[in-house]
Nanobody, 114 residues
Framework: QVQLVESGGGLVQAGGSLRLSCVAS????????MGWYRQAPGKQRELVAT??????TNYADSVKGRFTISKDNVNTVNLQMNSLKPDDTAVYYC?????????WGKGTLVTVSS
């Protein structure tokens, strides 16, 4: 069983920075990628950034140039968020992709005040 635990959320002023971390436990066999998604109040969950096992990254247009996804090791993925905007306010979820299914963390709240 795969478990994902996020940390690093909080309250920050517009223009500030936060760093989110996600630690995965369980099998890494056949895992294809890890990433971050977010869900704002009243909106659908959306992609923020992903990183494959080989290090290929993908970003939503809305965060390109401001957010950076990285891996400390095979089981830890980070999201460095700079120049935060009030529109970035959301619950951020860690995701792990496997051929048969996706796994999700419980989420961490990021609130950006104007």
């Amino acid at each position: 069983q795969v478990q994902l635990v996020e940390s690093g959320g909080g309250l920050v002023q517009a223009g500030g920075s936060l760093r989110l971390s996600c630690v995965a436990s369980g099998s890494i066999f056949s895992r294809r990628a890890m990433g971050w998604y977010r869900q704002a109040p009243g909106k659908q969950r959306e992609l923020v950034a992903t990183i494959t096992n080989s290090g290929v990254t993908n970003y939503a247009d809305s965060v390109k140039g401001r957010f950076t996804i990285s891996k400390d090791n095979v089981n830890t993925v980070n999201l460095q968020m700079n120049s935060l905007k009030p529109d970035d306010t959301a619950v951020y979820y860690c995701n792990a992709q496997y051929p048969s299914r996706n796994y999700w963390g419980k989420g961490t709240l990021v609130t950006v005040s104007s």
